[in-house]
């Protein structure tokens, strides 16, 4: 392929090379903290969505967000075993220690239902996330 | 026979349907010798092997297919079965297949009787002798298949499935790695190392376990790698369908069954790819950074590489990995590398820590970052001990999901030869259901940062892979991959099949 790809690597052969490679790793970590400190979320205006989990059910069953945010979900496990928080549909798998809580970030979503359930209890252990 | 007259216990019509497919297994078995002389020399001398291998082939097809629909309709049949008196609707097409099979096996193997025979007598110039001899032959046969059958019927019910689906599991795995055999003879299929061990002296095919172990689950005393690699991914793929279209809270659940298949599954083609020539880099993997606490992984996988005309090849790698996810952010992990080098022996090459750092919380911020973190400490002197970074990004867009890893490598000591080098690998995903996801990746290596060559040096590789997570009872999972990636340039190989098999434990 003759083609100047992606300015790695130049096709008649090395071509001020040290000095290249230095300037891309300088431009690779400029681009990551700017990824960073863009990607930095203003926590203070998430909304927050609480679920909690008593006799490995999932309380409430059925919560409603709105579509096309970000929103904060907390998980607290009530119960003494642990639980996984799990949705294939919303891409989160995440262990909840017993007694403990956590944290997940969920979002922005297209409108729809989107179900869940706790991996450890999956018979009674079940809900869904309604996007509207 | 004795296995598929077990197996289809109570079903309406059965005695018909295998009868037929003796009488029309016997009949082909009379016409394939009779034409044997021609099928040889069709398709320039390798007609008789094609035909076996496509004849085996369907009989795997059919197994198959008679596994996953019982694994479909078992608690139904179970149900049915255990009403007093009461015969189960089977399914016309599943006794049909049934048939058909047992036609394809009395047809594969009686061909060769006949032509066995046939020979002795033009051999000996008479019958008198075969004649009993074939007697005595077929009565030990009717007395072997008439105690599996009565010895399978003693099984209650509520096992006899799974027993079954087991023994029919392994029968076509043993079928396809018999036709794979026969298409290696044909050249139409590589050996990937021919006779790769030899166990004739703990037990030769020839005794009278060592075939009745060849038909049941098809033991080969020397087999070819390929057979291997066959067997494994029959068992996977068969096990994979039951799994995937079983009822749920079925009595008659194989998942466990089917779970173990499925391990010894990957066991199998991770032996195989261990004797089989394969390409020199470590095989790839695109990292996710996001980390599950509390899980424990098993890994094992490998790569093998096809038209490899790269000069430089050196024989080919192998990782074998446990690892545990100890907090919500850091997942540490001990692999194994090893590596045989062509003509040599396998040993280890390298044994490394590895590490995956989560940085934030999934989807808190608009790309996933973790941080990918190796040692890795030869174990052959003459080699030099590597430190390897990545950055791992990760992003979601419906269901899509894009990672991105940007990798840095740098051999350490005075026995490095090269210089810091840089690579990326790259997957996008659809995730259209947990057990099966469709990806297109890309690995590619630059080369030495301060000497970085032109395109034709570096190497590019991209091609489809398929990846997915089976439940494997009791909240444990296996995951798997399996692609194929194409080379872009001159210094990439041409093609490189890639697998991978983990299994996942909460604990």
Request: charged share 20%; hydrophobic share 45%.
């Amino acid at each position: 392929m003759r083609v100047l790809f992606f300015p790695v690597g130049f096709h008649r052969g090395r071509f001020h090379s040290r000095r290249f490679a230095g300037a891309l790793v300088f431009a690779g970590l400029a681009a990551l903290i700017a990824l960073m400190l863009a990607g930095a979320p203003a926590r203070a205006e998430l909304a927050v969505y609480e679920l909690t989990l008593k006799d490995h059910r999932f309380i409430p069953e059925e919560l409603t967000i709105p579509a096309g945010e970000k929103v904060k979900l907390i998980v607290h496990n009530q119960d003494d075993t642990p639980e996984e928080f799990e949705s294939y549909e919303l891409n989160r798998e995440k262990v909840v220690g017993a007694g403990k809580s956590i944290k997940l970030f969920i979002g922005p979503l297209k409108a729809g239902v989107y179900n869940f359930f706790g991996e450890f209890n999956m018979q009674t252990a079940r809900g869904r996330i309604i996007v509207e | 026979m004795g296995i598929v007259l077990a197996a289809s216990r109570g079903a309406r019509g059965r005695e018909f349907w295998v009868a037929l497919g003796t009488a029309g297994g016997v009949a082909g078995a009379l016409i394939t010798a009779f034409f044997a002389d021609q099928l040889s020399e069709a398709m320039q001398g390798i007609g008789q092997e094609v035909f076996n291998a496509g004849v085996l082939l369907a009989a795997v097809i059919m197994l198959g297919w008679h596994n996953v629909w019982m694994s479909s309709h078992g608690r139904q049949m179970a149900r049915d079965m255990t009403t007093a008196g009461q015969e189960v609707r089977y399914g016309d097409r599943s006794l049909f297949s049934l048939g058909i099979v047992v036609g394809l096996a009395v047809l594969r193997e009686g061909s060769e009787v006949v032509l066995f025979l046939y020979g002795m007598a033009a051999g000996t110039g008479s019958w008198a002798t075969i004649i009993p001899g074939g007697a005595i032959g077929l009565g030990l046969g009717v007395l072997v298949g008439g105690a599996l059958y009565f010895g399978l019927l003693r099984i209650p019910t509520k096992h006899l499935f799974r027993v079954t689906s087991w023994m029919i599991l392994l029968l076509a795995a043993g079928m396809a790695s018999q036709a794979a055999h026969f298409l290696v003879q044909a050249d139409i299929l590589p050996a990937l190392g021919g006779g790769l061990w030899d166990s004739s002296a703990i037990l030769s095919e020839r005794s009278i376990l060592g075939q009745t172990l060849h038909t049941l689950v098809g033991y080969d005393a020397r087999p070819d790698g390929i057979q291997l690699v066959v067997y494994g991914l029959t068992l996977a793929v068969i096990g994979g369908l039951m799994i995937l279209f079983r009822q749920q809270n079925g009595k008659n659940d194989n998942g466990p069954a089917v779970l173990s298949a499925l391990i010894i599954a990957g066991l199998v083609v991770g032996a195989a790819l261990v004797f089989l020539p394969a390409g020199a880099q470590a095989t790839e993997k695109v990292y996710s950074p996001i980390v599950e606490q509390g899980e424990l992984e098993v890994e094992m996988r490998g790569h093998f590489d096809v038209n490899d005309d790269v000069p430089g090849s050196t024989g080919q790698k192998h990782r074998i990995e446990v690892g545990y996810g100890f907090t919500p952010h850091w997942f540490s992990s001990v692999f194994v590398e090893l590596a045989k080098d062509p003509g040599g022996a396998l040993r280890d090459e390298a044994v490394a820590w590895e590490n995956v750092i989560q940085l934030w919380e999934q989807g808190e911020r608009w790309v996933d970052m973790g941080l990918y973190l190796e040692y890795e400490a030869s174990t052959r002197r003459a080699n030099a001990d590597k430190l390897e970074g990545k950055l791992l990004l990760e992003k979601s867009v419906g269901r899509f999901t894009h990672t991105l890893n940007l990798i840095f490598e740098k051999e350490l000591g005075d026995k490095a030869t090269e210089g810091t080098e840089m690579g990326y690998a790259w997957r996008t995903k659809y995730r259209w259901r947990p057990e099966l996801e469709f990806a297109l990746e890309a690995f590619g290596d630059f080369g030495e940062i301060r000497d970085l060559g032109p395109w034709s040096h570096q190497k590019h590789n991209i091609g489809p892979v398929i990846m997915g997570k089976l439940p494997a009872g009791r909240a444990m999972h296996i995951k798997y991959e399996l692609g194929y990636l194409v080379g872009l340039t001159d210094a990439s190989v041409n093609g490189r099949l890639k697998w991978l098999v983990e299994l996942e434990v909460p604990l």
